[in-house]
């Protein structure tokens, strides 16, 4: 079945810095990769998702970017704020699995003002 | 539009006790929902797949005979923590991907709170 892996675990930038959070996933069918914010005690929110025919997708401060062939892909914030602290989780989705979401193990971010 | 619903937000029942968790969703039809666990600190594991109308579909790993799954409407869906130990407190999450869509989004509730005494 599918693997993602998440890296970092922790990850901690100044104000108005650029966060990099990657995630790997080994199945080659997966073709829908969302990423998420959790907030403590909170449900995750979308806040950008790519599929498997897109190489790149932008909106406002977040990025993600997907390469297919290497099987990662990485969330790209820029201009940090400290309402961004929280925990990120990619994921990915494959129709051949029924569209369940594999979560990576999710990293937490902090942006110091 | 897209809202899921859970109930109940927390609950805390005695070892041994069962316990239901509902999740609904509101504006739109769901084919399939999914349950997953949520330890602190930890990444959402997903339990099962649950279709309308059909057997849940679990992870392996997670015992179908202690988290039972019922979803007998396209709205609804319910997991109930039979016998429940202090080792199952958890955040419960359910999440529903609408019906007659061709990609994967799924639309996730708020989550349950679960403290077995």
């Known amino acids: 079945g599918e693997n993602v892996e998440q890296h970092p675990s922790t990850l901690s930038v100044q104000e108005g810095d650029s966060a990099v959070i990657k995630c790997t996933y080994s199945?080659?069918?997966?073709?829908?990769f969302p990423w998420y914010k959790q907030e403590l005690g909170k449900r995750p929110q979308l806040i950008i998702d790519?599929?498997?025919?897109?190489g790149e997708k932008k909106d406002q401060r977040i990025a993600v970017t997907l390469n297919k062939t290497a099987k990662h892909f990485s969330l790209h914030i820029t201009e940090t704020q400290p309402e961004d602290s929280a925990v990120y989780f990619c994921?990915?989705?494959?129709?051949?699995?029924?569209?369940?979401?594999?979560f990576g193990q999710g990293t937490e971010l902090s942006v110091k003002p | 539009g897209a809202v899921v619903s859970q109930h109940p937000s927390w609950v805390i029942c005695k070892s041994g006790t069962s316990v239901k968790i509902e999740c609904r969703s509101l504006?739109?039809?769901?084919?399939?929902m999914f349950w997953y666990r949520q330890f602190p600190k930890q990444s959402l594991m997903l339990m099962a797949t649950?279709?309308?109308?059909?057997?849940?579909?679990?992870e392996q790993g997670v015992e179908k005979d202690k988290f039972l799954i019922n979803h007998a409407s396209l709205t609804l869906s319910t997991l109930t923590v039979t016998s429940a130990h202090p080792e199952d407190s958890s955040f419960y999450i359910c999440?529903?991907?609408?019906?007659?869509?061709?990609?994967?989004?799924?639309?996730f509730g708020p989550g349950t709170r679960l403290t077995v005494l």
């Open positions: 790519i599929r498997s025919n897109v």
């Open positions: 199945d080659s069918a997966s073709n829908y």
């Open positions: 999440s529903a991907s609408p019906a007659g869509t061709s990609h994967n989004e799924q639309f």
């Open positions: 504006d739109f039809q769901a084919t399939t």
């Open positions: 994921a990915a989705s494959s129709r051949n699995q029924g569209g369940k979401l594999i």
């Open positions: 649950s279709n309308e109308g059909s057997k849940a579909t679990y």
